[in-house]
């Protein structure tokens, strides 16, 4: 906790006992609790990997984050704004790879990396090259003029990646990134990630569903508790990967210690 | 799949070609008051393009639909941007659109004249309020299908509203519009003959009547040809418009 409160101070991004419910229209209004008074701090540049099993509110964090839904209570702040509240504040600033690509089917590849950068007022010349660049940069020359429907899975989450990016935002928001590619593209992809986190002081998080992936990219990881609430938190840089493996393992199991075990 | 324009399917040209056979045997046993011979249909038909007044009535029509189309259109676009704002509009609308829709030809025929003096307002008053509630629903249908992850991820990179709308929702609700377009120009052309029973000097509707009164079958056939024909022609005009707007789309290769 005491290492909690040592972020908190000049926090990029800070969550304050923070409850989501969702009302199901389809179910008489029956509302379901997705986030349970989650608290957790991310200092500036700082990597998180957050870890959690399926339907825990991952998702819904980041559209918390995002400033997409009102937290049902508790407060969200981001670089120190509420990011539902003073939603145009953040234009430039935060940028999301969403867990499925969401491309504009009427745009091509190039189109749809331009759009975050056009959103923002750069002029034509300058964002073709921009999104040019991260095209390349992501292993997708030869198909810029490719209309989303012509790409594979892995190639249009490469796009969404590059619409991100070529944002250049303080914060980037990513929700499983790279599941949808191959071992190397995706080993690739994570170098490029973290070389451009840390070069550029970026804040991020990102979500996985992977141990391995949540270690060597994250600096700290957060294994999410469902409903989403904080069920460890830990700080890789400097640690016992294997100790830290193990803790979560368990943390994300906590029913099943013996799954855990033979996960393990 | 769509077949360009001057390549007609097989079964297209049969069935066509069955029908007028089948005219043409029939009119070998009636009277050519009841069933003109098909030269006879066609010589009329033919004559109606070299004779720039027929033209012209041909054209006054054309001019009618695309007026009375274009108004309904504008205010169709603006009732359905009021409903798809707030669900309390749409709820106070939609009945009465409802209402409207089911309100027939007829009875607008009736209204207009009574409400308006002028043939060409009495026109347009039955062409807008006939297409109207048609317009409003079917492009507040293509804005409500648009993609919620779509809104949101675009949304996620705060937009102006003026930057929203053209990179989002303006290419998400055009092909709804052309196919409102598609189905309220055929309505349209069904209307426009009725609603140039009013008085109307001129037009295909006006036409039509002339060769009732003469007991001319050749001649309302060719008039009504010249009807059904420009209304294919206008549809054919906006597939091409959607086949290029919409060429990013995928083809399934097979269908069931
Ligand atoms: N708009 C919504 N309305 C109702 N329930 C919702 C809504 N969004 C999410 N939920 C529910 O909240 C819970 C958390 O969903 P969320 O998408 O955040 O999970 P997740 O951790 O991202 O899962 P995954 O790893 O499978 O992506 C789920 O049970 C889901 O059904
Ligand atoms: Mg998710």
Same mark, same amino acid.
């Given at each position: ?58 998702? !819904? ?13 508790? !407060? ?117 990630? !973290? ?12 979500? !996985? ?56 | ?256």
């Amino acid at each position: 906790m005491s290492e909690l409160n040592a972020v908190v101070a000049d926090a990029a991004i800070e969550f304050h006992s923070v409850v989501k419910r969702f009302l199901r229209h389809d179910r008489r209004d029956e509302s379901f609790l997705a986030v349970d008074r989650l608290s957790f701090a991310v200092a500036p540049g700082e990597m998180i990997a957050v870890l959690g099993r399926t339907g825990c509110g991952k998702s !819904t964090m980041f559209n918390l984050l995002a400033g997409l839904i009102e937290p049902t209570e508790g !407060t969200v702040r981001v670089l120190g704004h509420d990011p539902f509240r003073e939603f145009n504040w953040y234009r430039g600033k935060l940028a999301v790879v969403f867990q499925n690509d969401r491309l504009l089917p009427w745009r091509t590849a190039l189109g749809n990396v331009e759009l975050g950068i056009e959103l923002l007022g750069k002029e034509e010349e300058e964002r073709r090259a921009i999104a040019l660049g991260w095209l390349e940069r992501l292993g997708l020359k030869g198909h810029e003029h490719d209309y989303p429907h012509a790409l594979s899975g892995g190639m249009r989450q490469r796009v969404s990646i590059a619409r991100a990016f070529a944002v250049n935002p303080e914060i980037l928001l990513c929700d499983e990134p790279f599941s949808a590619l191959d071992e190397l593209t995706g080993q690739r992809l994570r170098e490029e990630y !973290t070389q451009l986190v840390r070069e550029n002081g970026k804040t991020s998080i990102f979500v !996985t569903h992977s141990i391995n992936e949540a270690l060597q990219l994250g600096e700290r990881i957060l294994v999410f508790h469902r409903p989403a609430r904080i069920a460890l938190e830990a700080r890789v840089a400097g640690g016992d990967r294997e100790a830290i493996r193990q803790r979560v393992l368990e943390a994300m199991n906590p029913n099943e210690p013996r799954l855990a075990e033979e996960a393990a | 799949m769509t077949t360009p324009w001057y390549k007609l399917r097989k079964e297209t040209v049969l069935a066509l070609g069955g029908l007028t056979l089948a005219w043409q045997f029939a009119s070998y046993f009636f009277p050519p008051y009841l069933f003109p011979p098909v030269p006879a249909i066609a010589q009329k038909f033919l004559a109606i393009f070299l004779d720039p007044e027929s033209l012209a009535n041909a054209g006054a029509t054309a001019a009618r639909i695309f007026a009375g189309l274009a108004v309904a259109f504008l205010l169709g676009v603006l009732l359905a941007f009021l409903m798809g704002r707030s669900e309390r509009n749409y709820r106070y609308a939609y009945p009465l659109l409802n209402f409207i829709q089911g309100i027939p030809a007829l009875s607008w025929v009736v209204i207009a004249i009574i409400w308006f003096k002028g043939t060409e307002p009495r026109i347009l008053f039955i062409m807008v309020a006939t297409t109207v509630a048609a317009f409003s629903f079917q492009i507040l249908d293509a804005y409500r299908s648009m993609s919620k992850d779509l809104f949101e991820m675009t949304l996620s990179f705060r937009p102006s509203k003026r930057d929203l709308f053209r990179t989002l929702i303006l290419p998400t609700i055009v092909p709804g519009m052309l196919t409102a377009w598609k189905v309220n120009l055929g309505n349209a052309a069904r209307v426009v003959v009725v609603a140039e029973l009013v008085g109307a000097t001129g037009g295909i509707g006006y036409q039509l009547l002339q060769q009732q009164q003469l007991f001319d079958m050749a001649g309302a056939l060719a008039w009504t040809l010249v009807l059904v024909v420009f209304v294919l022609i206008v549809q054919q005009v906006i597939t091409k418009l959607e086949d290029w707007l919409l060429a990013y789309r995928p083809r399934a290769e097979r269908s069931t």
